[in-house]
């Protein structure tokens, strides 16, 4: 992948008056990625997206987007993103084409193939009243807008709430290749599996503060699995002090352990010794992902 920041920001910061939206944020968001932007509720993941597009006057810090800031350059940024808010909202008397052709023409795009192309793809039908349209169907044309005019960076709150599971994995699909066409995607989501499946890495915020950023294949490596083990006789607790063995607890004859690497020499080790009971269990990334939503994330 190329390493050429799209969206830059540098210790970005939003107060609320005494409450802290945001504080501090430092995060890229490379040309050709797609960033998943994860957080307990009130984190700070639609401050950031705000302030990131200038729709939000920023405390403090920096945001550059194609390499221009995003304040002085707010409108040439604008024309060159697609943005889906949170709050996605339209006039309930306009049809959705109408409401389409309007928002196409803002961002300058003549051609109507993309928009086309995509509400079938999506199955959404055009030609009804956005306000007769049910909650789903509404965030389709919100999708649909963001990437109609075929813009280099898409920013996305929540993209898929509201959406059926069939629909949310045609919209996977659509994210997939609309990345594997060059473009960079920021998006928040409260769907776990949602970004374990179509994002390349994730920021997670808790408490204005971001408290990681990996990605999602390094996660999955560092989780380790948790082995329970029933000796029949006491062991030497130290026998398991060694590399990528974490959190070992013996309490009597049974022991508890993490294991992040080394799995072989640890069995090695455990079938030296009588053993009456073991279990394995592997973390899935909901786990990993919940841990720092609770505890700052040790990453377990
Ligand atoms: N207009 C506002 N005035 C005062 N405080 C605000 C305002 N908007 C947001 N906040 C506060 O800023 C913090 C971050 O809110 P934000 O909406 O960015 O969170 P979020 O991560 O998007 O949450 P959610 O997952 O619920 O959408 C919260 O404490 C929220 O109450
Ligand atoms: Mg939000």
């Not at 405390?59 to 800031?69: R, Y």
């Not at 349209?133 to 649909?144: A, D, H, R």
């Not at 786990?287 to 720092?292: A, D, E, I, R």
Request: glycine share 8%; net charge negative; proline share 2%.
């Amino acid at each position: 992948m190329d390493k050429k920041p799209v969206l830059k920001i540098r210790g970005l910061t939003k107060k609320y008056g005494d409450v802290v939206g945001v504080k501090d944020l430092d995060l890229d968001v490379y040309l050709g990625e797609i960033m998943g932007f994860l957080g307990p509720n009130g984190a700070g993941k639609t401050t950031t997206i705000r302030c990131c597009l200038d729709l939000l006057q920023k405390t403090d810090g920096e945001v550059k987007i194609f390499g221009l800031d995003s304040h002085e350059n707010a409108i040439e940024i604008r024309k060159r993103t697609g943005y889906l808010p949170g709050d996605f909202g339209m006039y309930d008397d306009l049809k959705v084409k109408t409401i389409l052709n309007y928002l196409l023409s803002q961002s300058g795009v003549s051609d109507k193939t993309k928009m086309h192309e995509l509400s079938d793809r999506l199955e959404l039908d055009i030609g009804r009243r956005y306000g007769n349209l049910s909650k789903g169907n509404k965030q389709k044309v919100g999708i649909v807008q963001a990437f109609m005019a075929d813009q280099d960076l898409i920013i996305m709150d929540e993209p898929t709430s509201g959406l059926d599971p069939l629909m949310q994995k045609k919209c996977y699909e659509l994210f997939r290749e609309e990345r594997d066409n060059g473009k960079t995607i920021f998006m928040s989501s409260h769907i776990l599996a949602e970004v374990e499946e179509v994002c390349d890495r994730v920021a997670i915020i808790r408490n204005a503060r971001l408290q990681v950023v990996e990605k999602i294949d390094s996660l999955k490596d560092k989780m380790g699995k948790k082995l329970e083990i029933e000796f029949e006789n006491d062991v030497d607790p130290k026998l398991f002090t060694m590399e990528g063995v974490e959190d070992f607890n013996l309490d009597g004859r049974h022991a508890t352990m993490i294991v992040t690497s080394n799995l072989d020499e640890v069995i090695k080790r455990i079938s030296k010794q009588n053993v009456m009971n073991m279990s394995f269990e592997t973390f899935s990334l909901d786990q990993l992902f919940m841990t720092y939503y609770t505890s700052g994330g040790k990453g377990r």
